[in-house]
């Protein structure tokens, strides 16, 4: 009874994986990217390359090489960086938490990931990225253009920029009273 049980939850909680998952093209990988702080254009074709290798830009990637070494998501972040069913691990996430479309969390994940160890941390980047010639993304609309900002944001700057415009207006017909007289 008790192993039904199991049996029901483990394929609810693959279907809902399933449900979530993304296939990115190559220019929504790197639109994603941008969105999510990977604002290092030079490195930017090293972090899709790494994908393209590692996961084939798909969201609910999963390899069990044994049971205690599981790699998950679009990084293929190994589960010594997450922890299963909660919480955990160096990055304190849950690991099926990388397996959805949502990839905020697998890129924070990832940059943690970065900083400590560098891309050598990914087997697949050190033979078929590092070297070699990586994918053209330039062609996308988003390295040109990059996602704009949030319309409240672009408010704020607005304003910003009128209350500067008006200082230095009153600061320049100071100056030019002071200068008539």
């Known amino acids: 009874m008790a192993e039904r049980r199991v049996c029901v939850v483990t394929v609810i909680l693959l279907l809902s994986t399933f449900v979530n998952s993304k296939v990115f093209t190559r220019c929504q990988l790197t639109r994603e990217l941008l969105k999510n702080h990977f604002h290092q254009k030079t490195f930017l074709s090293n972090w899709v390359c790494l994908i393209e290798q590692e996961s084939d830009r798909n969201t609910s990637a999963h390899i069990v090489k044994t049971p205690r070494k599981q790699y998950y998501g679009?990084?293929?972040?190994?589960?010594?960086?997450?922890?299963?069913?909660?919480?955990?691990?160096?990055?304190?996430?849950?690991?099926?938490?990388?397996?959805?479309?949502?990839?905020?969390?697998?890129?924070?994940?990832?940059?943690?990931?970065?900083?400590?160890?560098?891309?050598?941390?990914?087997?697949?980047?050190?033979?078929?990225?590092?070297?070699?010639?990586?994918?053209?993304?330039?062609?996308?609309?988003?390295?040109?253009?990059?996602?704009?900002?949030?319309?409240?944001?672009m408010k704020r700057t607005l304003n910003r920029q009128r209350r500067r415009a008006t200082l230095k207006l009153q600061v320049y017909k100071k100056n030019l009273i002071v200068y008539k007289k």
């Not at 990839?103 to 940059?111: G, K, P, T, V």
């Not at 070297?131 to 253009?145: A, M, T, V, Y």
Request: glycine share 8%; net charge negative.
């Open 74 to 153: 679009l990084f293929q972040i190994g589960s010594e960086w997450c922890k299963e069913g909660k919480k955990g691990g160096k990055c304190d996430i849950a690991c099926e938490s990388l397996l959805d479309d949502d990839i905020r969390d697998d890129c924070a994940c990832a940059y943690k990931i970065f900083e400590n160890e560098g891309f050598k941390y990914w087997t697949k980047w050190e033979t078929r990225c590092k070297g070699e010639r990586l994918p053209d993304i330039e062609k996308c609309p988003d390295w040109q253009h990059p996602p704009r900002a949030s319309p409240e944001r």
